[in-house]
């Protein structure tokens, strides 16, 4: 198995509250992602990076912000938390973009509640 | 626009042979892939296609026609343990960032 690990796995909050979640990765994958999946909806991609302090937004990046400062550690913040950012996070990495057999491979997710 | 379409749910019995279906329109093509989701847990890889044709892998085969922008997922002498979520994704250009666009995926039940 890819070593991604997710943090936390669970989360209650309250609405307006800042919230970051930290992706970190062991397998030196240059991309990385964050989605969230949603009953009805699927996985929806949020915000990825292509490298290190290199990030581009997703389909529904409104209402969020990452970082990544090293190849390893990918952080996505909610800024002021709502209760439709009630969801499930994955974060997933992959080797290459390029043409081929280039999976993601995705971390456990993060539970979130916004209250 | 982007579109994916899969069934919703899906029920099969112990032993038999199911297909899920995925349809797309996506503004590139450059790959598709399908995921097996079990509850509470995270996706997991289980095939990629990317030119016309049947790629099989042990119980599970996926089908692509680039044409008709359809691909199936076949999954052969069914198990309790194959109920799970199954995710069709197409991949984008590379030069659009290559990026996963998801289906909203397949539930299926598999029962004895």
């Known amino acids: 198995d890819a070593g991604i690990t997710q943090s936390p796995r669970h989360k209650v909050t309250e609405t307006g509250t800042p919230v970051t979640l930290r992706c970190h990765q062991t397998e030196n994958h240059r991309y990385m992602y964050w989605y969230r999946q949603d009953p009805g909806h699927g996985l929806r991609l949020i915000h990825y990076s292509y490298g290190v302090k290199d990030t581009d937004k997703g389909e529904v990046s409104d209402g969020y912000s990452v970082s990544r400062s090293k190849t390893e550690d990918f952080l996505l913040t909610l800024e002021s938390a709502t209760s439709s950012q009630t969801s499930v996070y994955f974060c997933?990495?992959?080797?290459?973009?390029?043409?081929?057999?280039?999976?993601?491979?995705f971390g456990p997710g993060t539970r979130l509640t916004v209250l | 626009g982007q579109n994916i379409d899969q069934p919703t749910e899906m029920t099969a019995t112990e032993g038999a042979i199911v297909q899920i279906n995925c349809t797309y329109q996506t503004s590139g093509f450059n790959g598709l892939f399908w995921y097996q989701q079990h509850a509470g847990e995270a996706p997991t890889f289980l095939s990629y296609?990317?030119?016309?044709g049947l790629e099989e892998k042990g119980r599970f085969s996926s089908f692509l026609s680039r044409s008709k922008g359809y691909s199936y997922l076949l999954l052969k002498e069914l198990q309790m343990k194959d109920s799970a979520s199954y995710l069709c994704a197409v991949r984008g250009f590379y030069n659009q960032g290559g990026k996963l666009i998801f289906g909203q995926g397949t539930e299926l039940s598999v029962k004895p």
């Open positions: 296609n990317v030119l016309d």
């Open positions: 997933a990495i992959s080797e290459s973009m390029e043409p081929g057999y280039n999976e993601q491979f």
